[in-house]
């Protein structure tokens, strides 16, 4: 029977379960709270955490006054996370909207979404309406362009799971959870089995793009002419999302972020669909009808305008460069600003490189140039304002930048931050400041002011670098601007000095990070966007080869330079071609241009002498030009080609057959079938998003991912793509690092199917599957497994040898440990093996058998084989890893050090001693060289690891040589209480008692000295498990350490202590319980040691209580009774 609440005179219209979320935020949870509507004497609705809170009258948690409200009811439902790998419960949202607040609830079912409306609305006066659910467009409607209601219903917690069973998918392949951030999925079930399934055949963005594209032409649909409605008011909503106030608290950045990604991904989606087909038009007509009359070309597509980067046919080579890098520079600028969220407004911005053109689209944005303009120090009469000057040089300030005099024609002197360039513009209607013209905005690269003539004036400092460099810079140097002769020379000198900062600091610092395996280069998009994030231009990529100690590093960076150089070559030529076509009024030219490229790939990669005569003749002189290089044809001819051939069709635009089975020592390694189509690459202003600290591991990923996908922009979410296959694989880890290997499964098969299978990311989503593979096992029982681990370490603290290792810690013991005592049911099998050869012929095509990432595969094996504790087989792989390591990095590196340690693990557990103590000593010899201060914690362990291999030879003197210096080292590396120097305690106390186990002589004064070591690392380890979290979980242990330090002590007693200790154990004494905890107490409270020191000194005072306390200690050491509750 369910009890009403108390009679109040109010009369219950309906009571019940209904979901309230606290808000429509992005980690707001639905919890069921209990309702309560009263229609008389007044409409009240009260909410209560607990129905019994009702029944005690006490007082609601919310009260709400529906009367003439209005009650909208989205045409959706929600899916509830009921936890991870559960399924999720579908809930029927409604919200309540008073003058002042919005209330979001939600029915457990449709009948009861109904009956509460219908109630509420017949008690009071209620609107109700009905709100749109939020769906994709199907396929003729391309992309999604961004609406206002795009990202209303990201609530719910921050990260769920629901469970869908293939059976319940349409055309499922396997059980898949679904990801989702609050109630809106990541993935729909069909999305995730369709890039799970082994058949499924994914295509590039721009095939996907070129295939709409088609479908558009063919069609007469209206709706499809303009289904990427460029005529969104794009600014408008840019401008509103960009000034949302953050608020941590209610979490609004989140919704921000993913709003603003969303945006800009549908810009760039735009931009990209419709500058592709400019570019492709470019050559059939001059008079597009979208096009404005102009030089450079402009066109407008609804809200979006389009204008080449400059007149393309014709400016010179050196113009169109200069002309290029100027959009780059204003990008870079625009995000830099946005990056610091001030008040300013900046364009939203978009650079489309496609077929060697280069597109700016832009956002309109409500500018006149007559009435708005509010600063111009270029146009003939200058425009200045003072608000203007604050807000230019409260930017620059922010940017470290110099202020500076620009001296203007009438003798007047402005005072400025950022370039005298930029312009700033007022937009009443919105009341906004809008900075433009930004490519001048960062200083010019300067390290010798001597030869001025040489100066590139297009070559900036990075704004990553400018933002961290100890002085101020300024943007006017070099500039056309007149200012004062002797501010000028500071401000060169200032230049000057940061150059050489940049070449003798900077670098060398990112060069060490490279050569220390801190940074490992996999391909040139990242790479670049690395380089670029240290604050360094990728024209310094020749340095950088320079000074590299890696012969892989080198080779890495002379194959970018080149196929950054043969993407100009690329460019001008595939222009000129274009040209030529448009000249004679082709119609048809993609043969031409197929053809055309093929040949260049041919004679560039090719094994035949036309490359030879192509390197001399047009790219040798401009690649050592362009990075300050000597690169000379053998160095090219030593290149790894399909390396060369991946980052050339990246830089270039072009996408080859995704295929391994191209052989670069043939004159032809192409054919036409080859060649698939152009690629669009879009640069485009950063969201700038940032993760919340609090969220999970788990959540990050998920929430990296829902940011990815909504920067793609929905139509291309599902395409091949390697950026989406590196979340799949982050996820994939993820699920492996905690267990879920059914997930792990589920998204590392996504992600080979989402990446390029010639690509070296193909490599690491394989290793990350190789591990998936081994432990998703039927034999694998994890309780079984828990059971007998606790079993086992339960035996060793009976024996005194505790394993005191932190379970956060990195597994650090000498030998290979046993990691699972159910292993006989892991096997590295054939499916295994598979894929470890698989990923390593992707490794050798892209990267070569030369780069660090070949030692990583074989590295993954070797780990997998100790799993399952074949540690023939993998000594036998960690072998091949430390031959690997000797010849790309040479004996002298901290990774050889460490292989060469691995392999003396390895070696100590197949009881070859002798060969693992001297690995162990060539470790120690390599990693001293280095530098003993820096790994100071990896020699400590490895000393640690002699010691027991010394043990194992019955060779105790120089065991206890290297325990001790492992016990120094760790002790002034990790501290005393880390759980590595215990475990040195407890192997350096073992040590020295180890010739003395049943010994019952006299106690010499060595015997004396080594037990008095063995005291005090006892006294650390007993220290240590009290400190630790689960102390409460640590009685075993504690008693053991009590005994074995009781035992040591009472070997110490001089000859009257020892009579009154063996009168003390003929005694039959009997204590009560109460002394007996008392003594326990203070045993583990203190230390065993202090207090039978207090003990002694009592005996010395002739105190009495002194023997009890004696007695009582000697039961607890000797008698099998006294155990801790």
Not at 99 to 104: A, D, L, M, Q, R
Not at 158 to 163: C, E, K, L, N, V
Not at 843 to 861: A, G, T
């Amino acid at each position: 029977m369910i009890s009403g609440p108390v009679n109040t005179g109010k009369r219950v219209a309906k009571q019940g379960w209904v979901y309230k979320k606290g808000g429509n935020h992005f980690l707001s949870k639905w919890r069921l709270k209990w309702f309560v509507l009263f229609d008389k004497p007044i409409v009240e609705l009260h909410i209560y955490d607990k129905r019994d809170h009702a029944v005690q009258a006490t007082h609601p948690k919310h009260l709400i006054n529906p009367e003439n409200t209005i009650i909208e009811v989205p045409n959706e439902t929600i899916n509830l996370s009921k936890g991870l790998l559960r399924k999720s419960e579908k809930i029927l949202p409604f919200i309540i909207i008073t003058k002042n607040k919005k209330y979001y609830f939600a029915g457990q079912t449709k009948l009861d979404r109904e009956e509460w409306i219908k109630v509420l609305q017949n008690s009071s006066a209620s609107t109700v309406v009905t709100s749109k659910a939020n769906k994709v467009g199907d396929d003729e409607e391309l992309y999604s362009v961004y609406s206002e209601d795009t990202a209303s219903s990201f609530s719910g917690s921050a990260y769920s799971q629901s469970y869908v069973s293939g059976n319940e998918a349409e055309n499922g392949y396997t059980s898949v959870s679904v990801l989702s951030i609050g109630d809106t999925s990541i993935l729909t079930s069909d999305e995730l089995n369709h890039l799970n399934r082994p058949d499924a055949h994914l295509i590039t963005a721009a095939q996907r793009m070129d295939d709409f594209r088609k479908k558009q032409e063919s069609s007469n649909s209206p709706k499809s002419k303009d289904f990427l409605n460029p005529g969104d008011k794009w600014n408008e909503k840019y401008q509103q999302l960009i000034s949302i106030t953050d608020n941590d608290r209610d979490n609004t950045f989140l919704q921000k972020n993913i709003k603003i990604c969303e945006l800009v991904g549908a810009f760039q989606e735009a931009s990209q669909y419709y500058g592709r087909k400019i570019i492709d038009e470019l050559h059939s007509s001059s008079n597009n009808s979208d096009s404005i009359d102009s030089s450079p070309k402009k066109y407008l597509y609804g809200e979006i305008f389009f204008q080449f980067a400059t007149d393309y046919e014709n400016e010179d080579i050196n113009v169109i460069n200069a002309e290029v890098s100027k959009t780059n520079q204003e990008l870079k600028a625009i995000n830099a600003i946005n990056k610091l969220k001030s008040d300013v407004c900046t364009a939203l911005f978009c650079l489309v490189d496609y077929k060697g053109f280069r597109l700016v689209a832009c956002a309109l944005m409500p500018l006149d140039e007559n009435n708005s303009l509010l600063f111009d120090l270029t146009s003939e009469e200058h425009k200045i304002d003072n608000n203007a000057i604050c807000m230019i040089n409260e930017i620059g300030n922010k940017l470290n930048l110099k202020d500076h005099q620009v001296i203007l024609d009438d003798s007047q002197r402005i005072t400025i931050n950022l370039s005298g360039t930029v312009e700033v513009y007022y937009s009443q209607p919105t009341n906004k400041f809008y900075f433009l013209n930004l490519c001048d905005v960062f200083p010019v690269d300067c390290d010798n002011i001597d030869d001025l003539d040489n100066i590139n004036v297009q070559n900036r400092l990075r704004p990553e670098f400018i933002k961290t460099h100890k002085a101020q810079l300024c943007s006017d140097v070099f500039s056309e601007f007149q200012m004062n002769k002797k501010e000028v020379d500071g401000f060169e000198a200032d230049l000057v000095e940061a150059g050489s900062y940049l070449k003798d600091v900077i670098i060398p610092q990112f060069v060490s990070q490279l050569d220390d395996l801190q940074i490992i280069p996999l391909d040139s998009e990242e790479f670049t966007n690395t380089i670029h994030e240290n604050g360094i231009n990728v024209r310094y990529l020749g340095l950088i080869a320079k000074l590299t100690k890696l012969p892989y590093i080198r080779d890495f960076c002379y194959s970018e330079m080149v196929a950054r150089t043969c993407k100009h070559i690329f460019n001008d030529k595939l222009r000129k071609i274009v040209y030529h076509f448009k000249s004679i009024e082709a119609s048809k030219i993609d043969e031409e241009i197929q053809t055309f490229i093929i040949n260049l790939f041919q004679t560039v990669l090719g094994n035949s002498p036309k490359a030879k005569n192509f390197w001399k003749e047009n790219i040798e002189d401009m690649v050592n030009k362009k990075f300050n290089s000597k690169l000379d044809y053998q160095a090219f001819q030593n290149m790894h080609k399909p390396m060369l051939f991946m980052s050339m069709q990246y830089h270039c635009g072009v996408i080859f057959e995704d295929t391994t089975d191209y052989d670069f020592k043939l004159p032809n390694p192409f054919s036409k079938e080859n060649f698939i189509g152009f690629s669009s690459k879009v640069k485009t202003v950063n969201a700038n998003f940032e993760v919340a600290e609090r969220l999970s591991v788990e959540e990050k990923e998920v929430y990296d991912l829902g940011i990815h996908f909504s920067s793609l922009g929905s139509k291309l979410k599902l395409s091949k793509n390697n950026k989406t296959a590196m979340r799949f694989l982050g996820l994939a880890k993820y699920y492996n690092s905690i267990g879920k290997y059914e997930e792990a499964k589920i998204y590392g098969n996504s992600a080979l199917n989402l990446v390029h299978k010639n690509h070296a990311y193909y490599a690491l989503i394989l290793e990350c599957l190789m591990e998936t593979c081994f432990m998703h096992s039927e034999f694998v029982d994890i309780e079984t497994t828990n059971n007998n681990e606790n079993s086992e370490n339960t035996n060793n603290l009976e024996n005194g040898e505790q394993n005191l290792q932190d379970p956060e810690q990195e597994q650090t013991t000498t030998t290979i440990e046993h990691t699972n005592k159910t292993s006989r049911g892991y096997a590295v099998d054939e499916n295994v093996l598979d894929l470890y050869n698989e990923a390593l012929d992707a490794i050798r095509f892209h990267l070569s058998e030369d780069h660090i990432y070949y030692i990583n595969i074989h590295s993954k094996l070797s780990e997998l084989y100790v799993k399952c504790e074949d540690y023939e087989h993998g000594y036998e792989v960690h072998n091949e890893c430390l031959e690997a390591a000797y010849k790309l990095l040479g004996k002298n590196h901290q990774l050889t050090a460490k292989h060469v340690s691995k392999v003396g693990n390895y070696l100590l557990t197949l009881k070859r001693t002798d060969e693992a103590i001297q690995k162990y000593l060539e470790a120690i010899q390599i990693f001293e060289g280095i530098g003993t201060d820096v790994n100071i914690e990896v020699i400590s362990i490895i000393h640690h690891s002699i010691a027991d291999a010394y043990f194992q030879k019955d060779d105790v003197d120089n065991a206890i040589v290297h325990s001790m210096e492992a016990r120094k080292l760790k002790e002034k590396c990790f501290g005393q209480y880390h759980p590595q120097t215990v475990n040195t305690y407890r192997q350096l106390a073992k040590l020295v008692l180890a010739n003395y186990t049943n010994y019952q002589g006299v106690i010499t004064p060595q015997i004396k000295k080594s037990i008095e070591i063995a005291i005090n690392c006892y006294e650390r380890v007993f220290k240590y498990l009290k400190s630790r979290k689960d102390f409460g979980k640590q009685n075993v242990a504690l008693l053991t350490l009590i005994r074995t330090l009781i035992g040591l002590k009472f070997k110490l007693f001089n000859t009257r202590q020892r009579e009154i200790l063996r009168n003390v154990r003929q005694s039959d004494k009997v204590y009560s319980q109460e002394s007996v905890r008392d003594v326990i107490l203070k045993l583990v409270h203190l230390t065993p040691v202090i207090v039978i020191d207090e003990i002694l000194q009592k005996l010395e005072d002739k105190d009495e209580s002194s023997i009890n306390e004696l007695g009582i200690i000697v039961q607890i050491a000797e008698s099998e009774d006294i155990t801790f509750a």
